[in-house]
């Protein structure tokens, strides 16, 4: 069964902070990829951070030292903690997974392009005001 249920999200100031959650079945979890996107209105949606089963991480240039993504194998759990939030930063967040079927060189190709994500949740709002 393939499910992955964020949380987390709400309105802060710019410079808060807040914490996304993503639980996924415990079949999505099995990946070794999972990562976090985000699409603001009127924009595409891009990558913003991305795990491997290895715990090497990738983050997209805009959040760099002010994200950090992790994973709980205890809970099934993928997390983003955002802080120095900026204006910019607002948007749908998503969590997915790349398909727990795919290869080794497959995962490690893509994981850190942020490409080729096969699994999505339903998003999360995140509004950061001036």
């Known amino acids: 069964q393939v499910q992955l249920v964020e949380s987390g999200g709400g309105s802060v100031q710019a410079g808060g902070s807040l914490r996304l959650s993503c639980a996924a079945s415990?079949?999505?979890?099995?990946?070794?990829?999972m990562g976090w996107f985000r699409q603001a209105p009127g924009k595409e949606r891009e990558g913003v951070a991305s795990?491997?089963?290895?715990?090497?991480?990738n983050y997209a240039d805009s959040v760099k030292g002010r994200f950090t993504i992790s994973r709980d194998n205890a809970k099934n759990s993928l997390y983003l903690e955002m802080n120095s939030l900026k204006p910019e930063d607002t948007a749908i967040y998503y969590c997915?997974?790349?398909?727990?079927?795919?290869?080794?060189?497959?995962?490690?190709?893509?994981?850190?392009?942020?490409?080729?994500?096969?699994?999505w949740g339903q998003g999360t709002q995140v509004s950061v005001s001036s």
């Open positions: 795990i491997y089963s290895d715990g090497s991480t």
């Open positions: 415990a079949y999505t979890y099995s990946t070794s990829c």
């Open positions: 997915a997974a790349v398909a727990p079927w795919r290869g080794t060189a497959y995962m490690a190709r893509h994981c850190p392009r942020f490409t080729n994500f096969e699994y």
